[in-house]
């Protein structure tokens, strides 16, 4: 048995050795780099800036260029109080060619350039800070699986230790066995432990791996690529208070992008508003006319030269459909202050939650931390007086147990306080990996 605990335990040494080392660090660049979800982000960003131009607001003037070339045959037949003048013939071709450029200005529009303007650069600004949103959301969804990880892989060490104190038992059984002083029933019992202890070691390591592909996933690397985890500690901050998170959550991106959006409903009430007013443009340009024909009244007729015009357009009545829009336009910017304030509420309850979770952790980790000391301790007095012959079986058995269970306490209370400082700081826009 002792030859097959150091094959599995080289097997997991071995194991280690040939996955690719990965720090928090390395985890959350490369999720940055990675990500999906931040490059389409990223995306919409840059969208939005080509946007926010005052030509797509229709504030610059329009140049277009036009021509026409009409080439036809036809037959004419026209008749003058002059016979002689008279004309009838048949395939006649004739030439209309018509060219212009025209300039187009728009002077006034009820201001709805200027409102247009606006939007397109509340849009650019709220895209970036939905990008900086799903940066701090990457980041915290990254360290919360790494940290679970690294949980995961201190809950094996605690099974290992107990393995340990498992096979020293068994040992000692034996050793007991063969000089008369235990039975079957002592040896049997030290080994079904053992044999278990073995499995829980086995269901721990594909918890580890399982949390290892999604911690891959959100790494957006392929899901056979090898990952060796270098922390072995959850480190927590000690500092926060909920006061300083509350203070800080108005520079949450998700909440200045709420309010952007607030900003951009306002300003489609105005572009919407604007359209009940009258439109005045402003044209200039060049044109060009030639008709020529074979036969007929005229051969030849041209005209060209410079223009300008004004055209003003007054909507007087469409059905009410303008006002009926500005109404719609007046209902989506209540619904997004709605949503801004609704985001701000859930933003204060979730501080709230976690901070009550990562104060309670924090304050049982300490005693926690004794705790575990001691079950450590009366693990290993026990294994001593089993092997001077004083304590029992049944004792070191129950010494095992409180030791297992001090210790999955205490890792666990280390990953929810973690867990929780994580969100605190990613509500407060604090997040950083370390």
Sequence with gaps: MKQSLVIAFCLLGLQSYSQQSLSLLDAVNAALKNSYDIQIARNNLEISSVNNYIGIAGGLPTVTATANDNEQITTINQKFNDASRNTSRSNVGSNNLTMGVTGSMLLFNGWRVVATKHRLEELEKQNQQVLNAQVQNTIAAVMSKYYDVVRQQNLLNTIQTSITASQQRLDIVKARREVGLANNAD???????????????????????????????????????????????????????????????????QLIAANRQVNISELIEKETAAQRYPTLRASTGYNFNSSQSAAGFSLLNQSYGPFISLNL?????????????????????????????????????????????????????????????????????????????????????????????????????????????VELKRLSNRLTPQ
């Design 187 to 253: 040896l049997f019992q030290a080994q079904i432990d053992l044999n278990a202890l073995l499995q829980s070691l086995q269901s721990q390591q594909l918890v580890i791996n399982t949390a290892k592909t999604d911690l891959q996933s959100l790494l957006s690397v392929k899901p056979d690529s090898m990952l060796r985890i270098t922390d072995t500690l959850i480190t927590i901050d000690r500092t926060l208070n909920l006061d300083s998170v509350k203070a800080a959550m108005q520079a949450n991106p």
């Design 313 to 421: 357009s007054v909507p007087i009545y469409n059905g009410t459909i303008f006002k009926r829009q500005q109404k719609v336009a007046e209902i989506n910017t209540r619904n997004a202050a709605l949503i801004r304030d609704d985001l701000y509420l859930s933003f204060e309850n979730s501080a709230l939650r976690n901070y009550q979770a990562y104060a309670n952790a924090i304050g049982q980790l300490k005693t926690q931390q004794q705790t575990y000391d001691i079950a450590k301790q009366l693990l290993d007095v026990t294994l001593q007086r089993f092997r001077q012959g004083v304590g029992t079986l049944v004792e070191v058995k129950l010494a095992q147990q409180s030791f297992e269970t001090e210790g999955y306490r205490l890792v666990n209370l280390n990953y929810l306080a973690k867990v929780a400082e």
